[in-house]
């Protein structure tokens, strides 16, 4: 038998890789913080060594989960904060295509969970920079949609509060597995809703 290519070999670790992330997030939901590699392997259906040749530990295993799940966060927003229309119809798209991609890939609502909870968990200052990145590629991008015209007196108090809702909502479903029953525009709708300006003549953004 001929020596597999490296054109092979990366896709095996790409392979690889998928199955670990999908399963460690998995047991995350589970375990929190107190996840072991041991439980990521039985969950992977992989052998312990295999999961260990990639992450000697729980913590680098988890950095690289995070990481991961904010370029794909960053990557689904995006159409929403670049896209046409005004203030409300990017922060309902943007809002939308965060809660959607949430419920497709765990890692991403672990992110936001996370995130939302102030890394309080975690040990030490470990992920400091992912939590400044997430701020900057993702946070401050919203609250600015936000300040442009839906909330302007208080955009990061309402920023937060549409993350917060959405963790919530996702939890829920999650945890009494009902995630393809998720009522993404009844959800957006529901936030956006109790989130409208009371004040006489101000108007949203169009």
């Not at 039985?42 to 000697?56: F, I, N, Q, R, S």
């Not at 609250?143 to 955009?155: A, K, L, Y």
Request: charged letters at 25%; aromatic letters at 8%.
């Amino acid at each position: 038998m001929s020596p597999r290519t490296k054109e092979q070999n990366d896709a095996i670790r790409e392979l690889r890789m998928n199955q670990i992330m999908q399963a460690a997030a998995e047991v995350y939901l589970e375990k929190g913080i107190q996840l072991e590699i041991r439980e990521v392997a039985v969950k992977a259906e992989l052998g312990y060594g295999t999961v260990y040749h990639y992450y000697k530990n729980k913590h680098m295993l988890l950095e690289d989960l995070l990481w991961d799940a904010l370029n794909r966060t960053e990557e689904a927003v995006l159409p929403a904060l670049t896209g046409d229309g005004g203030s409300l119809l990017k922060a309902e798209a943007f809002t939308r295509l965060l809660l959607q991609t949430c419920i497709q890939e765990l890692p991403v609502f672990i992110l936001l969970k996370t995130v939302s909870d102030n890394f309080h968990h975690f040990p030490g200052n470990r992920f400091s920079k992912l939590f400044a990145d997430f701020q900057e590629r993702i946070l401050l991008p919203f609250i600015g949609v936000i300040r442009e015209g839906i909330h302007p007196q208080s955009p990061e108090k309402t920023a937060n509060l549409i993350f917060g809702s959405l963790v919530g909502c996702i939890a829920l479903n999650i945890h009494h597995n009902m995630r393809d029953e998720v009522d993404a525009e009844g959800i957006v709708h529901m936030i956006f809703s109790g989130i409208q300006p009371k004040e006489r003549g101000m108007e949203w953004s169009s």
